[in-house]
């Protein structure tokens, strides 16, 4: 060591370098700061981790969504079997009947007319109780959301556009058309 105006004053020589400070550089302050790479990597491993969930929950909600329609398609075929069912079990009493009046030797004409009378009426009743009704058509004006016109009559004895004849009759299923009447329109320029 040297004294300098009173002062000990250390000789560059006589450094201790076991303890000696590392020299003041740039380094030695971007140590102290975060490396401007190191902000960016962990945003970016934060961002992989968030698309990561994300991925994870679409793939999530896409499969409960076709579970969820599988389920409403599968309810659907299952309320469309049990209507099916109901309906036939409406028309099971009728069929009963055609298979009896088969099986039954017929002696007349009248009597057999007679059975297939009563089994038509089974048939429209149990129609009836499933909400099903005639179109009607015979002595009405024509509706071509109701009737379909097979011919044009024309006739000078009844009103213009009127129904004839019924060739085929038309039914609703409550207000839904099932099918529509097949009818001879009047065709009277007159009226």
Do not use: C, W
């Not at 700061?33 to 934060?46: G, I, T, V, Y």
């Not at 009426?121 to 002595?139: E, M, N």
């Amino acid at each position: 060591m040297v004294k300098t105006n009173g002062k000990p004053q250390m000789d560059p020589q006589e450094l201790d370098i076991d303890h000696e400070l590392p020299a003041s550089d740039d380094t030695d302050t971007a140590a102290a700061q975060p490396r401007p790479d190191a902000a960016p990597q962990s945003e970016l491993q934060k961002l992989k981790a968030e698309r990561d969930a994300l991925v994870d929950r679409l793939a999530r909600l896409q499969a409960e969504f076709e579970n969820a329609r599988k389920r409403s398609a599968k309810e659907q075929q299952d309320y469309r079997e049990f209507a099916a069912a109901d309906t036939v079990k409406a028309l099971l009493p009728a069929l009963d009947s055609f298979e009896r009046a088969l099986h039954l030797p017929a002696a007349q004409v009248s009597e057999l007319r007679g059975g297939v009378e009563l089994i038509y009426k089974q048939l429209i009743d149990a129609l009836t109780k499933l909400g099903v009704q005639p179109v009607a058509a015979k002595g009405h004006t024509f509706d071509p959301r109701l009737h379909e016109a097979i011919e044009m009559v024309d006739t000078d004895s009844v009103p213009d556009h009127q129904v004839i004849e019924e060739l085929q009759r038309g039914y609703k299923l409550k207000d839904r058309l099932l099918r529509p009447a097949m009818v001879k329109v009047a065709n009277n320029p007159k009226h």
